[in-house]
T-cell receptor, first 113, second 113 residues
Framework: GESVGLHLPTLSVQEGDNSIINCAYSNSASDYFIWYKQESGKGPQFIIDIRSNMDKRQGQRVTVLLNKTVKHLSLQIAATQPGDSAVYFCAENWSGGADGLTFGKGTHLIIQP | EAGVTQSPTHLIKTRGQQATLRCSPISGHTSVYWYQQALGLGLQFLLWYDEGEERNRGNFPPRFSGRQFPNYSSELNVNALELEDSALYLC????????????FGDGTRLSIL
């Protein structure tokens, strides 16, 4: 099975609310994590990354939290907008890039007007 | 700055044929990764090229192969096509496969009839 998974396949939020997308990983040796956004008909778009020596990183309207104790990663999107509707993937790198990224199955974020 | 570009956008083949997919990385990126995104299976790592050499491959049969050219562009070749090869094939590039995010193109949709 995959070492990176997502708790919720679909998440529906109201426009303007905050969204939280969760991800579990199983390999404690993973040292680099990335969140991607994939819109229909497009490739994954880099959102934000975090290394294992950090537990929080902020970008524009997004925050990634890393809890190494329970091997959990989350992506928080503030003031969700219609353009945030997409499938979100977390990915982990546990071998220095030698095996490529390991992706979860994705969470579909739906923004309700 | 131009992103990762892939061609063709769509490719239709029949069983037993061969397919060639192309990728141009972001300027300055030396690492190229290939992933398969089949319906319901998420993104799965196929191949990694760096500085013209194949560095690693995922759990795919030998009929999936490729190469990287001196200008760092890359080809993915799939021989003896099977129906289950129908998928979106994504190329990503990075400046340092071990420590920097991978940036994706929009993929080639390969359909096997």
């Amino acid at each position: 099975g995959e070492s990176v998974g997502l708790h919720l396949p679909t998440l529906s939020v109201q426009e303007g609310d905050n969204s939280i997308i969760n991800c579990a990983y199983s390999n404690s040796a993973s040292d680099y994590f990335i969140w991607y956004k994939q819109e229909s008909g497009k490739g994954p778009q880099f959102i934000i990354d975090i290394r294992s020596n950090m537990d929080k990183r902020q970008g524009q309207r997004v925050t990634v939290l890393l809890n190494k104790t329970v091997k959990h990663l989350s992506l928080q999107i503030a003031a969700t907008q219609p353009g945030d509707s997409a499938v979100y993937f977390c990915a982990e790198n546990w071998s220095g890039g030698a095996d490529g990224l390991t992706f979860g199955k994705g969470t579909h974020l739906i923004i309700q007007p | 700055e131009a992103g990762v570009t892939q061609s063709p956008t769509h490719l239709i083949k029949t069983r037993g044929q061969q397919a060639t997919l192309r990728c141009s990385p972001i300027s300055g990126h030396t690492s190229v990764y290939w992933y398969q995104q089949a319906l319901g299976l998420g993104l799965q790592f196929l191949l990694w090229y760096d500085e013209g050499e194949e560095r690693n491959r995922g759990n795919f049969p030998p009929r999936f192969s490729g190469r990287q050219f001196p200008n760092y562009s890359s080809e993915l070749n799939v021989n003896a096509l099977e129906l289950e090869d129908s998928a979106l094939y994504l190329c990503a590039s990075s400046s340092d496969g071990n420590d920097q995010p991978q940036h994706f193109g929009d993929g080639t949709r390969l359909s096997i009839l």
